[in-house]
């Protein structure tokens, strides 16, 4: 079990336990958003219906700025199939079939700290999503392992890539603008006005903008990605790791957060919906 909430983080950039409480807080704030979204999803639903559902459901408990707002991926865009621009991952008028896989992916800030999670389901049955999903857990232990042996991030980067191949599936992370696998989050400054760039709330890109200037002064880069920016040993803070398997038009993720400290790592919360999973079907977590 990799979860220590109660075990204070030690280290000189260790994050104080109020402040995980407060992220693993709005962590299950988020994952409860989706849940409560997925339980809703019927055939013909929209992409953008969904995301406004996560958008409503959230402000309703007082979320009011966002790393990003809600995104929703049906059918074979959950594997991006096809993306060539950013415009594209934004929510469409896809409508949801029975068997399709969806992810819905928020990233809320409450009361100054931030979380971004990916959840991914399915309407009705699709073994394929199901074997996705289920060989998304060696994904996890992977991250987590490279992480703990201090191997410089885009080294885990390149040990998740072959492992995809080993599974049989492609890499769709890559996708992502820098081809993240994940990035930096931290607590985010209270606004009563809290404006947007392209659905991103401007304070939590600010927070990441100051990362980048001392990271790229230091060393060291907030954003994990397979160039060479990353080819450092994992920087202590809290980090939203996504990887994103696809197969054939299907795809599956988890995004959840890593806290890293200047000797060690573990997964800020065993409570999120795709271990709780796992240990249902009895695979070992």
Known sequence: ????????VQGPASVPADELDGFREVQRLAYACAEAV???????????????????WLRERGVRDWFHLPFAW?????????????????????????GMPFILDVAPVFQ??????????????????????????????????GVRERRPL???????????????????????????IAHKVDRVRERRWSPRIAGFGTQSLRGLAKDALHGHRDGWSPLWSPYRMSDHPPQPGLWAVEPHLGFRGTGAKFEEILVVTATDAYWLDDEVPHVKRWKEAGLTV
């Open 1 to 8: 079990m990799s979860h220590r909430s109660n075990v204070p």
């Open 38 to 56: 997925a339980a809703q999803l019927r055939p013909g639903v929209t992409e953008r219906e969904a995301a406004r559902l996560m958008r409503e």
């Open 74 to 98: 049906f059918g074979d865009r959950t594997a991006f199939t096809g993306f060539r621009v950013p415009l594209q991952f934004f929510p469409t008028q896809r409508r949801l079939e029975p």
């Open 112 to 145: 100054a700290y931030t979380a971004d999670i990916g959840y991914s389901g399915c309407l009705g049955l699709n073994p394929v999503h199901d074997r996705l999903l289920a060989d998304l857990r060696d994904h996890r232990e992977l991250i987590l392992h």
């Open 154 to 180: 885009r080294t885990i980067y390149e040990d998740v890539d072959r492992l995809m191949v080993r599974q049989g599936y492609a890499n769709r992370h890559r996708a992502y603008p820098f081809g993240v």
